[in-house]
């Protein structure tokens, strides 16, 4: 069935490096534009980062800008987050999350993947 | 990029409808017609329940519409039921630079 599943979160020191994994499963993993998105404990959704199908285009969020990439491997069906300088306020739940169409960003994210907790803390 | 704005909360009755708003600006609601809709129960992931403003995926109740004036769209929740008690979130396109915004997100109780 069409699945993704994160791996990755755990705990860091502020200042620190985490690496996130989205593994993809059920449909044509290159055909689609990607995102992960995050919610803090007890808050609302925050969308974090894009990638184009191809890898052509990607774009951040401003509260992440300069220290996450976002990179894919459509060979693997793998969506990545290299998140560096990590601050406590980037404590969340990290979610992967597919955009419904294959032709074009319509910014409708209709595949989920059960997410992954970073927690940032001394 | 700012958040759009959502009621925290809203209720009704069993069989009732809700409406939920999500206030934007001209430069996400107001300026494309790229707004979702997304469900979410505790713990659990969110799921996607409209797109382009009014569009409903496959597999979800036509009970959940959507539409949207200048720069703030909606979602109706009519025939209200236990299980539709949740977490829902609007988010818009913003375009190239900024991409996309969620709203505030709107507690929904049945009660």
């Known amino acids: 069935q069409v699945q993704l599943v994160e791996s990755g979160g755990g705990l860091v020191k502020p200042g620190g490096s985490l690496r996130l994994s989205c593994a993809a499963s059920?449909?044509?993993?290159?055909?689609?534009?990607m995102s992960w998105i995050r919610q803090a404990p007890g808050k609302g959704l925050e969308w974090v980062s894009y990638?184009?199908?191809?890898?052509?285009?990607?774009n951040y969020a401003d509260s992440v800008k300069g220290r996450f990439t976002i990179s894919r491997d459509n060979a693997k069906n793998s969506l990545y987050l290299q998140m560096n300088s990590l601050r406590a306020e980037d404590t969340a739940v990290y979610y992967c999350?597919?955009?419904?169409?294959?032709?074009?960003?319509?910014?409708?994210?209709?595949?989920w993947g059960q997410g992954t907790m970073v927690t940032v803390s001394s | 990029q700012s958040a759009l704005t959502q009621p925290p909360s809203a209720s009704g009755s069993p069989g009732q409808s809700v409406t939920i708003s999500c206030t934007g600006t001209?430069?996400?609601?107001?300026?494309?017609?790229?707004v979702s809709w997304y469900q979410q129960h505790p713990g659990k992931a969110p799921k996607l329940m409209i797109y382009e403003v009014s569009k409903r995926p496959s597999g979800v109740p036509d009970r959940f519409s959507g539409s949207k004036s200048g720069n703030m769209a909606s979602l109706t929740v009519s025939g209200l039921q236990a299980e539709d008690e949740a977490d829902y979130y609007c988010s818009s396109y913003a375009g190239s630079n900024n991409l996309g915004v969620f709203g505030t997100g709107t507690k929904v109780t049945v009660l």
């Open positions: 001209s430069s996400d609601v107001g300026g494309y017609n790229y």
């Open positions: 990638i184009s199908s191809s890898s052509s285009y990607t």
């Open positions: 999350a597919r955009d419904m169409s294959s032709t074009a960003l319509i910014w409708a994210f209709d595949i």
């Open positions: 059920g449909f044509t993993f290159s055909d689609y534009y």
